[in-house]
């Protein structure tokens, strides 16, 4: 639960984690603005304005439980051009909005870095929170299970060699995926983290020169 953390790091966090999935979000609708789709735009998505992303369930889950989500925004694949190609752009720009703002984060604490500058306690961990959660969002919404953005990248590929197996992903994907969130909660052996915990210490490493030993 986030609120098991000190009221310091809780106030830095909730807006660095709002803002980077308002930004997920945006880039989701942006990208098929921009491939023909204007789905989005029509629905007020394309905004950073968290009263248009946040859904209430997916907050309350943030705060209580420690996992969460925004509400998925709105896509009409008929109007583009390539449908299968473009899916996946839409897909992947949100991950990569959030790997853009980490290592955003990372120069700045490369900068710290390399002109010798020791900011507050309070900054320092601002901006390492700032890169930490944005990598976390992109690692964790590539994981090829529905409804994560790496379903609908991975899918199309998938669904060339084995279909039916494409097809049993896409549709159980939600129950499994909360079964592993459910089961990480139970057992205190959170699987998930497990398997995205090298690739945010690679990420980490990469943009900001930090060798992570776990937040």
């Known amino acids: 639960m986030?609120?098991?953390?000190?009221?310091?790091?809780?106030?830095?966090?909730?807006?660095?984690?709002i803002f980077s999935l308002c930004v997920h979000e945006f880039s989701h609708g942006y990208v098929a603005?921009?491939?023909?789709?204007?789905?989005?735009?029509?629905?007020?998505?394309?905004?950073?304005?968290?009263?248009?992303?946040?859904?209430?369930?997916g907050s309350f889950m943030i705060l209580f439980v420690g996992f969460g989500w925004a509400k998925p925004v709105p896509i009409n694949p008929l109007n583009f051009k390539n449908k299968s190609r473009d899916i996946m752009k839409v897909a992947f720009a949100g991950p990569a909005s959030n790997l853009l703002l980490a290592s955003i984060g990372g120069a700045i604490i490369r900068g710290f870095d390399f002109y010798n500058?020791?900011?507050?306690?309070?900054?320092?961990?601002?901006?390492?929170?700032?890169?930490?959660?944005?990598?976390?969002?992109?690692?964790?919404?590539?994981?090829?299970?529905?409804?994560?953005?790496?379903?609908?990248?991975?899918?199309?590929?998938?669904?060339?060699?084995?279909?039916?197996f494409a097809f049993k992903l896409q549709f159980y994907g939600p129950q499994v995926l909360l079964a592993l969130i459910v089961f990480g909660l139970i057992t205190d052996y959170p699987i998930i983290f497990m398997v995205m915990q090298p690739f945010i210490r690679f990420f980490v490493y990469i943009f900001s020169g930090i060798i992570d030993s776990g937040v």
Not at 33 to 57: C, E, F, S
Not at 123 to 129: E, G, R
Not at 130 to 137: Q, V
């Open 117 to 164: 500058y020791y900011p507050d306690k309070n900054i320092s961990t601002a901006v390492f929170l700032f890169l930490y959660i944005n990598i976390a969002l992109a690692v964790f919404n590539m994981i090829p299970i529905a409804p994560l953005d790496g379903s609908q990248i991975f899918g199309s590929i998938l669904s060339k060699y084995n279909p039916k």
């Open 2 to 17: 986030l609120f098991n953390l000190p009221f310091e790091v809780l106030a830095i966090l909730i807006p660095v984690l």
């Open 33 to 57: 603005y921009m491939l023909g789709d204007n789905t989005a735009a029509n629905a007020g998505r394309l905004t950073l304005n968290p009263l248009h992303h946040l859904d209430p369930v």
